[in-house]
């Protein structure tokens, strides 16, 4: 269990993160989510005792991380996946890290053997593949079998085998009882991970719900319609709290009308409807509705399609 | 708070359940030291460049003795070891009790410098953070290091005066000098070279901390034990007693001090020397394990 009360971290002048209070259970995974710069990553390290807080307090298990007698035993954790010396093998990085603990030289052939690395253990981890690098960070997180695991983006750079294995992994771990924060960017993979999800927009958490409760919350309903005649249909199903969008010429949008409802309509007025089809809110959705107004750094074609291409030709 | 830690069942896994020790800690140092490749040529590089600077002083030496001592039978004078030792002034460079010592800068240079890169290196890789995850109190992992710089240089050091004065023996005493270990000063100085150079290294490595970069930190360390020197024998020739006696302070001749024995007027006594590089070494370690306890990392 994570218990953060007030954390707040101050990079000269600015807060980075802004008197944040959050509990991560044990027994599920929390999704961590947030734009670049929201301060996930300061977060994550003020919880492992890299970064002082600036005021406010964190602990894992009860205690703050640096007190527990046996840290490695109570947090793994993946924070960047360049925290290794690049002229050193793999294998003598974990064992290095295991001999702090007095962790036997078979958990790290065990966590090797885990992660897939058998085969460049030996060879200098300056080396490594972004994939290669991030399962040697994970690897290392594993190494003390803690109580509690934080991964900080785990799946980026990893292969398709690697995310699964990944997702599979922190599924299972959460199922043993044991705590996982995980933060990502990638939000269908987010979704289909993780139980509880907290958002951070700007250093201020924005959302601290369930994964369900958070992509149901923030979107109506919506309808995709084709028909020949999109222009009586829209006509037909306007109404009080229904809104029709035609975003071509045979295609509506609807919201605040369910499909039979909509299909109803259509078959009362002899109106052809070639595809109904009701539009899931992803999470993907939802977390664009979060953090609309908390995204610290706008990409610089933020338009549309057609008005990002506008802006590039624009200037040739 | 505290419910969930008592709750909790004991963890019984193949990771073991073995709390964080100093003896692990000073284990995980001494891999991490071992396992570079480059470390490990570098000290037997400093080995063998200690022994080899020191029989290239040896030889110096005895050509200038020999030397003297051909001038003095052609000119039909008997010239007695005892003659030549006194011909020079004590501190002179040619004090022979010293010669196990004689490669002694070239081990100041490169263990000092592999002392900055043993943390520097860490801050430049990212390293550092998988350090402190594993020992989040900090402290003991500088420790660890520190022990395991100041042993490393010993032994080096040590070692490599021993061969030193074994090869240097033979030489002078074909002179007629009689040289052996028990030559006044002599084991003296082969125990206190190591010392000195642990110095430097514990400086190295408080400097590596502070700075958290290898170049900057190199560079202050050979400003301190070799730029510094340069520059305060210009002192001495400022008007006025007063600055004559101020380079015998800095880290360097201080330390130098130490390494040799008896009393000179208007020099600091080898134990005052001592005493001094000590304080200097204090007053890098104590500031660097103050910052790095309290730094982000």
Do not use: C
């Not at chain 2, 002179?92 to 010293?98: A, I, T, V």
């Not at chain 2, 400086?203 to 050979?222: D, P, W």
Request: without cysteine; charged residues 15%.
């Amino acid at each position: 269990m994570i218990e953060a009360k007030g954390l707040t971290k101050v990079y000269g002048g600015k807060a980075a993160v802004g008197g944040v209070s959050f509990t991560v259970q044990a027994g599920q995974v929390t999704g961590f989510l947030g734009p670049n710069g929201a301060g996930k990553s300061t977060t994550m390290r003020m919880v492992m005792g890299l970064d002082r807080p600036t005021s406010g307090t964190v602990t894992v298990n009860g205690l703050p991380y640096a007190e527990h007698k046996a840290p490695l035993h109570e947090v793994g954790a993946l924070l960047d996946a360049k925290a290794v010396h690049t002229s050193r093998s793999a294998y003598n990085h974990l064992l290095a890290m295991a001999a702090t603990h007095n962790i036997p030289k078979s958990r790290v052939h065990e966590v090797i053997e885990m992660t897939g690395l058998e085969a460049v253990a030996k060879k200098k981890a300056g080396g490594f593949s972004l994939g290669m690098g991030q399962r040697l960070g994970i690897a290392a997180a594993l190494l003390g079998d803690p109580q509690t695991l934080i991964l900080d983006e785990p799946v980026n750079g990893l292969d398709p085998e690697g995310v699964l294995w990944v997702r599979n992994l922190v599924r299972y771990l959460a199922d043993q009882g044991k705590t996982v924060f995980l933060s990502s960017h990638l939000m269908s993979e987010m979704a289909q991970t993780a139980d509880h999800l907290i958002v951070i927009g700007r250093g201020r958490i924005i959302a601290d719900a369930p994964v369900e409760q958070i992509i149901a919350g923030t979107r109506q309903a919506r309808t995709l319609v084709r028909t020949s005649s999109a222009s009586q249909l829209s006509a037909l199903l306007a109404g009080e709290g229904v809104k029709v969008d035609q975003s071509e010429a045979e295609t509506l949008e609807v919201t605040g009308m369910d499909s039979r409802q909509i299909a109803q309509v259509a078959l009362e007025n002899r109106v052809l409807v070639y595809e109904l089809t009701p539009q899931l809110s992803s999470l993907e959705d939802a977390y664009f509705d979060l953090t609309k107004d908390e995204v610290e750094y706008h990409s610089h074609l933020s338009g549309g399609p057609t008005e990002a291409y506008a802006t590039a030709t624009a200037g040739k | 708070m505290t419910t969930m830690t008592e709750t909790r069942t004991p963890v019984r896994s193949t990771a073991g359940s073995g709390s964080v020790t100093f003896g692990g800690v000073l284990r995980s140092e001494w891999i991490k030291l071992r396992s570079l490749m480059s470390t490990r040529i570098l000290l037997l590089l400093t080995l063998v460049a200690i022994i080899g600077v020191g029989g290239l002083a040896v030889l110096i030496r005895y050509s200038v003795l020999e030397n003297m001592a051909r001038t003095a039978r052609d000119q039909g004078q008997t010239m007695t070891p005892d003659m030549m030792e006194k011909s020079f002034p004590p501190g002179s460079g040619f004090d022979l009790y010293n010669l196990p010592n004689a490669g002694l800068q070239i081990g100041i240079l490169v263990l000092g410098s592999l002392a900055v890169l043993f943390i520097s290196s860490e801050y430049a890789t990212g390293m550092i953070r998988s350090t402190m995850n594993a020992v989040p109190r900090r402290t003991p992992a500088f420790v660890a290091k520190a022990i395991l710089l100041a042993v490393v240089s010993y032994v080096i050091t040590t070692l490599a005066a021993v061969v030193t004065f074994l090869i240097a023996m033979p030489v002078f005493r074909g002179l007629g000098f009689d040289l052996g270990w028990f030559t006044d000063g002599v084991l003296y100085s082969v125990f206190t070279g190591g010392l000195y150079v642990s110095g430097v290294a514990l400086i190295g490595l408080s400097l590596g901390t502070l700075l958290r970069n290898s170049a900057g930190g190199i560079t202050v360390l050979v400003g301190l034990f070799f730029v510094l020197s340069i520059a305060s024998s210009f002192m001495t020739f400022i008007p006025g007693d007063f600055w004559k006696y101020v380079p015998q302070y800095i880290p360097s001749e201080a330390g130098g001090r130490f390494l040799s024995i008896g009393h000179t007027d208007g020099v600091i006594d080898p134990w005052q020397g001592g005493l001094i590089f000590l304080g200097y070494v204090l007053l890098f370690v104590v500031p660097a394990m103050i910052v790095l306890k309290k730094r982000d990392v």
